[in-house]
């Protein structure tokens, strides 16, 4: 069955980018639309060998979609950088929700600044997400590679880019997005694996390609060459060996789909699993990668089933306020099929992400990370994403590079953190609207520790404007509250709005200690031996929520402070 008009509207949620597009296209379409035009810089010489320090380092970032810290021990590649560079434990995101943490990522900015807050503007209502929040509100303007391409960069995109960014057969493309010099956006119905179109970037407009799917009798050799990671991984090392090359330096982010569910209720072929992975995974104890499938259990899982009850917020006053975690839970065989899925599906992004290692020279950094966890069955819950706890908003951070000392680092640190590394290492200074702190300094350093505290913003979301995620976590994403919290090294505190109503507010409390349970066990706000903890991150919420910088306003410099 051919799928590509069902599929062509329903992701939005991605976008891929590249220098070149494949050659099974249909005859391009022109966009009509006109591109839209806190530390020294003089620390990256000192990463840098003597050889190289005349010419600014090239960068590339893989960006996972939905990988959840459980499925790290599968992947060689993540062992393989961990050995060799920099890795960062306490890495999370500023909110566990696609288009929010990726608006955050490219803008160096809490969503209260970027005003992308949820995933989708709900068709247009609304104008708190998706692509309409991002452009509307100058984020495609303030965003790191807009200054890497004016400082000289070649910049190139390939993959997921953010939700209602998309096309329509028969209606116009959307807009350029200006400072990519390569530019192919992999459009929604790629999250099913298999019949796609994608976009390039020639003399700055947009052009689009279909990539049909083999038939349902061709090989499996066949389907996995026509698969979403497999042309995203082929558009990007065309690009990272022309970089290369090159004489300029070059920026690449490789934005992948795995590990993300699909988002249509039948599997493009069938007995497509929920997460489909290439054919070649599919079979066999390897296919989950560095650890037999068979290992992977519920165990893998921490707070797996664990009872919600003492997990419910609390007053300020202390007394239960309204349990928002009430929905079904998730069965032990269910959670156990689709991490073993999760898994196999990671195996791509694996194969792509060793021949990214084995590809750069030594002039390259190299950054993986993900744009928010998953939890599946914790605490709980079904699977899905979007709350504070350790499953969804701690994310893999790992870095190699020249002049990178490997080990783990002490840093504190979110992917706001991460456009001003980008500068920096170009040798420019921060934009001062950037609320993120340049990482280049811990690079040399792993003892460096500068920043003990992250903060999360999260907004409740309905899911009547077509998330991508709606069909398989059902309303789950839409009773978490909104909140803000403060997560540190060892401890959480989340500060709930239990009425979902405009204008509305009525506060509740959920603190955890992770030195004393690994996962949210127990809700402690009320517990008087946690007074003093609970205190201090009480302070550090008032002192965030004086930080209403918006747009390009500069950060004043208590708020440079606050994750101190």
Known sequence: MHHHFRRAWAGVCLLALVACASTDGSTPRDDARPPTSRSSASSVGDLQPAASRAARPNIVVVMLDDFSMDLVQTMRSVQRMRRAGASYPHAFVTDSLCCVSRSS?????????????????????????????????????????VRLQQAGYTTGFVGKFLNEYEWVPGQALPPVVPGWSGFDAVFGSAYDGWDFASTSLVDQRLQVRQHPAPAAGASDAAKDRAYAGTVIGDLAMDVLERGEAADAPYFLEVALYAPHNRTQAEGYYPGDPLFPPMFRD???????????????????????????????PRTAAGKPAR?????????????????????????SADRLISRILGAVGPDTYVVLTSDNGFHLGQNGMGRGKGTPYDTDVRVPLLITGPGVVPGARKEVTSNIDLAPTFEELAGLPPAPYRSGLSLVPTLAQPKLARQSYAFLEHTQQTLTGGDPDAAFSGSELDRIPSYTAVRSRTALLVRLDLDPRPRRTKWGYEFYNYKLNAYELRNNVANPKRREEVALLMAKLAAFDGCRETGDQPVSAACRTVTQ
Not at 123 to 129: D, F, I, N, V, Y
Not at 285 to 311: H, I, Q, Y
Request: aromatic share 8%; charged share 25%.
């Open 323 to 347: 349990a928002w975690n009430t929905g079904p839970t998730m069965p032990a065989a269910i959670a156990v099929r689709d991490l073993r899925d999760r898994a196999r599906m990671a195996q």
């Open 105 to 145: 990522f490219f803008t160096g900015q809490y969503p209260h600044q970027t005003g992308v807050r949820t995933n989708t503007s709900n068709k247009g209502t609304s104008m708190l997400g998706g692509w309409p929040a991002f452009d509307t509100r100058g984020n495609p303007e303030r965003a790191f590679n």
């Open 282 to 312: 599919r079979e066999g104890e390897r296919g989950c990668g560095r650890v037999a499938c068979s290992k992977l259990t519920v165990a893998d899982l921490p707070g797996f089933g664990d009872k919600r009850a003492d997990n419910r």
